[in-house]
Structures are given as structure tokens and as C-alpha cells.
């Protein structure tokens, strides 16, 4: 057993990977969710994009679906989003929860790694996509504000928020 | 038990699966950053009984190139084109991540202090021309070659940087700074700079409250004199007149942004305390005449401006701001120098901002300045494009 946990451990050092298993978004999770024993599953369905995976989050006491979370990673190469041009060492890592209406709960930053912008990474300001759910367009100037210094890494992670967001909304009406 | 081996192998399979995926983001990246920012100036002075040339300028045209070693390595560099013929490397610089909190830095950076020097690109201030005490007070766009750290921290909303930097050449064969340009002139910008004692420059800026956005920046050191160079180590009078020729340099900024609906807040307050001035105005006098460097100089800011086209909900933002400027840079003077009023100027801003698009901006604006030595505010009209991407 305690060449099991060393072995467990090693996994985790080596291979950089940080969520969903970190304490602090469990702890996250069953609170937004209001759940003790959430059990996850990665949504293989969804599993096409590079950057990112999508989880359903199952209450194992209800048995049912109570939510959703995904985690990814975005570039923030350019003043858009980032197409095929993306640079490996400017980037953010991030998380979105959902409620099972795919509706999101909270954002949060888990790693930044751009030279400039890391007002991005402020509670406050991810705390205005709470409630979305895909089915408007997302504008940093309009709708969504602008940070002053983080232009390039706002644009990104609001482009990849919508496009996120919208991607379950799509698999939950389904 | 049963329950902890099942999450183990969950993590097993997670941790594998997105080690491949972050190999596949490899395999496809384009390491490569290309970018670029430039601004064209018209600035046409004006006055009820006088006549004025306009000035049309490329002021700047810059392109940014970056490449990325691996995902903890980087190197940015900026070659900037000033006045269409200036040639310039702006920033270069490697920097290497440590871990999420600390990345090692080292080469050409931007110094920093307040939030313009470091984020000057034309559609982040309004206005064609930077703030004036972006120019006189902390003397943008200020780059030296540096060694140091950046990070950031995530839970306590703050990102931090703390370099040890080559400081202003005070003198050549004459004094290099004085009451009209402050330190303006003794930039090094890293061309064959010469080092006699190192300078230290750091700052905090803290984004925890929404929309809010607080900077303190620190800047520490003695300028630079090659009087220094060659010095027997126990000549006092060598030393003693390389000493004439420097002086110390303290100086701090806070600053503050505030963004709501639309509404853009900036200011900006800079203050520096200079010592040995008096020592350095004799020794760099002319023809018997002593230089006018002073003892402490301050300038600041405050800008307001506000998306009038934020509740059509369009793309286009137009904003009309104003901003309203003091600095002096005789705020106090040694025995020395006497105070001149015409360093003393007050300056009213007001203008529009377009932004066709992210990072493509057509700006005007009219600006009074005013000496407290003139009677009167002098005008200039401003356009400008500018552009970044």
C-alpha cells in the first residue's frame, strides 16, 4: 500500500497535473454544488478539443448529475484569441464550474503564466461570468469589463469562456 | 481503503491523459510571438496672434518579437523605429519561470514605474501623446539593463518585480541632467552603458478589488560617471571630483486605474528626492554658470473618460476624457540653483478617443499648457492613429 501511495505520488509530481484533484476545487466544488462525496467523469464526448476537458460532477448520495466542471488552458497570444498561433510559455490555466443547467458558477485561475496582464486572475473580476450560460455573445468593452493592462489575456479568456460554456450548453440539451 | 486505490488510479489516468494532452499543444505550437504597436503624430500649435508649423510625425513603429524555449523560457525583444530613422532596441530580455510564484529575468527591461512606462502602447492611454510627466518626472519610455525577479500571486491578487538595474549617466565631458529634462537625458537605454554602482527598481500592483487596480513603484541608486573608471583606489581627489559628477536618486510612484461600465479612471503621482544636487550643479557648471539640476521634483495626474457609445452596445468605444497635469520639476532647489517657475507647469488635456477595433485607435485632443513663469496657456491641437496587435 505504501509503494501504491509513493507511486501515486509520483504520478502527480511528474506529470504536471494539478486539477481536478486539488483540494482546494473539491472543496470549491461541494460547495457550489452543496454535495459531500462528488464522484467525477470525464465527458469522452467532448473530449475533441486539445486545451481542455470537461467533467461531469455525480453526487454519489442522489445519484445524479449536479454539475459539470471543465479545465483548460489558454494562450493569450494576441489581441483575439489564439487560432493556430499560439506560444507555449504565455499562457493561463483555468476552471470553470457548472451547475447541471450548465449554467456557470465560478471561474477561477488556477496558474498564470503570461508576462503581462494577471488582473485577469482577480476573483472580482471572473465573478461577472457567474450565471452565464452561452446564450449571448461575450465583449470585453461591452458587456464583460475591460481590465487596463490585460487586454490580450481578458480577450482570451472570455473568447474561451463563451466558446466553453457554449460546447456543454450544446451537450446538455442534447 | 478500496475507495482511496480508486482515486488513485483516477488520478493514475488523469495525470497521464493530460501529460498527453499537453504534449499534443507542443507538438502543435508556434513558438514563434510576433507583434507590434506604432503611432503617426500631427501636433499643430496654435495662438489667437501667432502663426505655427504643424509637426507630422511616425513618432514610434515598433515590432516585438518573442520566442519561447520551452514552457518555463522566453525571450522578448522590442526593435522600435523613433522618428521614422532612430533606431532602437527597446526591451530584451530572457526570463525563466521557477515555479508559479517567481521567473527569473535578466537583459533589457522596461523600468518599472507607474503603469505607462511599462504599458505605453498607443491604444492603452488616451491622449497622443503620453502623459507630460510620463516624459519630464519618470522618463518614459525608461529601459535599462537589468538582473531580477517577477511573480505573481493569485490568492493575494498582487504581481510584483525587483530588479537590479544600471542607472542614468549623469555625466560625459558635461553634465548630462538639469532642471529642464530632469533625468531625461541620462537615459543609458542599454547602448554601451557604462556601470559604476548598481540601482535598484521594484514594484506591487495589487488588482484584488474589482475594477481597481493599485501600483507602488520604487526606484533606489546613484547615477553613473565614468570619472569613476581608472580611479587608484587611494586617490581622494580623483574620487572626490568622480563624486562631484553623480548624484542619488530616490524615487517613488503610486498609481491607480479604476474601470466601471464604461467609465475609465487613471492617475498617476511621481516623487523624487535628488541628493548631492548642489555638489553636481558646480562641478557641471558652464562657462561659470552652475547647472539647475533639482533637489526633489513630483508630477502628477489625474484622467478621466467615459464609452459614450457603451449602451448602443456596439464595437466601436468613443471616448471623450479629460486630464488634468501638474509637475515641477524645481519643486525644491539647493543653495546652488535658483527656482525657475518656467520648470513649474500646469497642463489641461481634453480630447476623444475612437477605438475602431481592439488594439486600432484614432485619437485627437487639444492640449494647455501653462509655466507658472507665462501668462498664458499655450495650445496644441493633436491627431493621431495608432495601432497595436
Known sequence: MRSFLIAIGLVLLFSGFKYPVDSKLSKDIKRLLNIDNPKFRRIEALNESKNGFFTEIESVSKSEIVGYYYSGRVFTCNNTHCSTEITESEYLDYVIIYNKQASVLMVKVVEYNATHGHAVTAKGWLSQFIGYAGSKSLNVG????????????AEAITYDIERVTRVLANFCKK | MKRLSLVGLF???????YGQQIDSVENNTNK????GYGEVHYNQPFSSDKRYNGSLDVHRMVM??????????SF??????????????????????????????????????GFINEYH?????????????????SPSTWREIAVGFKGNSIPLSLDYQFYVVNGFKSYSTTGLLNGKSGFRSGRQRGAEAIASSPNFAGRVHYYGIKGLQLGLSGYYGKTQSPLYNGIEKNDNAALAKADSSVVGLAMVGFDAQYDYAGLELRSQLYLSSISNSDEYNRFTAKSGVPNDLGESMYGYYVEAAYNVLRPLGTKYQLLPFARFEKYDTHWSVGDVASKNDAYNVTAITAGLTLR?????????????????????YSKVLNFGIGVSF
Open chain 2, 32 to 35: 514563434v510571438l510576433i507583434r
Open chain 2, 64 to 73: 516585438l518579437f518573442g520566442y519561447s524555449f520551452s514552457n518555463k523560457t
Open chain 1, 142 to 153: 461591452t458587456n464583460i469589463d475591460a481590465i487596463s493592462g490585460a487586454t490580450i489575456s
Open chain 2, 356 to 376: 475602431l477595433a481592439k488594439g486600432a485607435v484614432v485619437k485627437t485632443d487639444i492640449q494647455f499648457t501653462k509655466p507658472k513663469s507665462a501668462d498664458e
Open chain 2, 11 to 17: 488520478v493514475m489516468f488523469m495525470g497521464v491523459a
Open chain 2, 121 to 137: 502602447e498607443p491604444n492603452v492611454f488616451n491622449g497622443v501623446e503620453r502623459p507630460l510627466i510620463d516624459n519630464n518626472i
Open chain 2, 76 to 113: 522578448m525583444t522590442e526593435i522600435e523605429y523613433e522618428h521614422v530613422k532612430e533606431l532602437y532596441v527597446e526591451q530584451a530580455y530572457l526570463q525563466h519561470r521557477l515555479n508559479s510564484n517567481f521567473s527569473l529575468v535578466g537583459g533589457l527591461i522596461l523600468v518599472p514605474m
